[in-house]
C-alpha cells in the first residue's frame, strides 16, 4: 500500500493557478509536494531525487517537457512521469510514450482522474522496482546466457566484457520475455504487463524499446539470436540458459 505521506510529486506547469490548484488539491489528498514553473528548473528538481513521480507539462518555457523527458531518461532516471498536456492528439501521445513517459492525460481532466492514474502509475512503477520477489522470484540474481551475463539485482548486463545499465523497460521486457522464454510474447501482452495498458495508438512504444533493447543484447541487432521477432505475432527469447546465481 502506497504511504501518500511519504510520496512527494513534482508538478512541472507554467500556468501559475494550474500549478497551485494541483499543488493545492494533492497536498490535500495526503501527497507532498514540489513545483517548477519552467522546464529547466524542473529538470533540474527531478535530478535531485525528492520526487517519486512528477507530472509534466509539454508546452514549457525554457525547456520543452519533452525535452525535459528525454534528459532524463538519458541519464538513467527512471522516476514515474505523467505527461499532462493540453497536446492530446495520438502522435504527441505516442511521441512521449516512447521517450519512457508512463502515463499520458490530456487537459482538461477531473480530479479523480488524475488521482487514479498517479496511484496505477506508483502502484506499476513499485512493483517494477520490486521486481524478483514473489511471482517473478523465477527470474532474478544472476543468469548467464551465450556472451551475456544479466544482472537482476543491478539490471545491468555484461555483453563481450562490457557493463551497460538496463532502463526499468528494458529490464521488464527482458524480464517477461525470459520467464516465457521459448514460447512467443505479443506486443499486446508487453503492453498489459509492462506498461499496464489495455489499448494504446500504437504498439510502435513497444518495438522501439524492443531496438533499444537489441542494442545492448546483441552483437548484431541485423541478427539476433537472444530476442528474434516472430512477425505478425510478437518477441521470443531464445537464448540458451547456462547457468544462475
Not at 513534482?10 to 514540489?34: S, T
Not at 532524463?72 to 521517450?99: F, M, T
Request: net charge neutral; charged share 30%.
Amino acid at each position: 500500500m502506497t504511504n501518500l505521506a511519504e510520496t512527494c510529486i513534482l508538478v512541472i506547469e507554467d500556468e501559475p493557478d494550474l500549478r497551485a490548484g494541483l499543488q493545492h488539491n494533492l497536498e490535500a489528498e495526503g501527497f507532498k509536494v514540489i513545483t517548477a514553473a519552467d522546464g529547466r528548473e524542473g529538470l533540474r528538481k527531478a535530478k535531485e531525487g525528492a520526487a517519486s513521480l512528477v507530472l509534466l507539462d509539454l508546452m514549457l518555457p525554457g525547456m520543452p517537457g519533452l525535452e525535459v523527458l528525454r534528459n532524463l531518461r538519458e541519464i538513467g532516471r527512471e522516476i514515474p512521469i505523467i505527461i499532462v498536456s493540453a497536446k492530446g492528439q495520438d502522435r504527441d501521445k505516442v511521441q512521449g510514450l516512447e521517450l519512457g513517459a508512463d502515463d499520458y492525460l490530456t487537459k482538461p481532466f477531473g480530479l479523480s482522474e488524475l488521482l487514479a492514474r498517479i496511484r496505477a502509475v506508483l502502484r506499476r512503477t513499485q512493483v517494477g522496482a520490486k521486481a524478483g520477489v514473489g511471482e517473478k522470484a523465477t527470474v532474478g540474481g544472476v543468469m548467464k546466457f551465450p556472451n551475456l551475463v544479466i544482472d537482476w539485482r543491478r539490471f545491468t548486463i555484461q555483453r563481450d566484457d562490457e557493463e551497460i545499465q538496463l532502463s526499468r523497460y528494458e529490464a521488464e521486457i527482458l524480464r517477461m520475455l525470459i520467464e516465457r522464454r521459448g514460447e512467443v510474447v505479443s506486443r499486446q501482452d508487453l503492453l498489459r504487463k509492462v506498461w499496464g495498458y489495455v489499448h494504446l495508438p500504437t504498439t510502435r512504444t513497444v518495438d522501439n524499446h524492443i531496438a533499444r533493447l537489441r542494442k545492448k543484447l546483441e552483437r548484431d541487432v541485423n541478427a539476433p539470436v537472444h530476442v528474434v521477432t516472430v512477425h505478425g505475432l510478437g518477441y521470443r527469447f531464445e537464448s540458451q540458459l547456462l547457468g544462475a546465481s
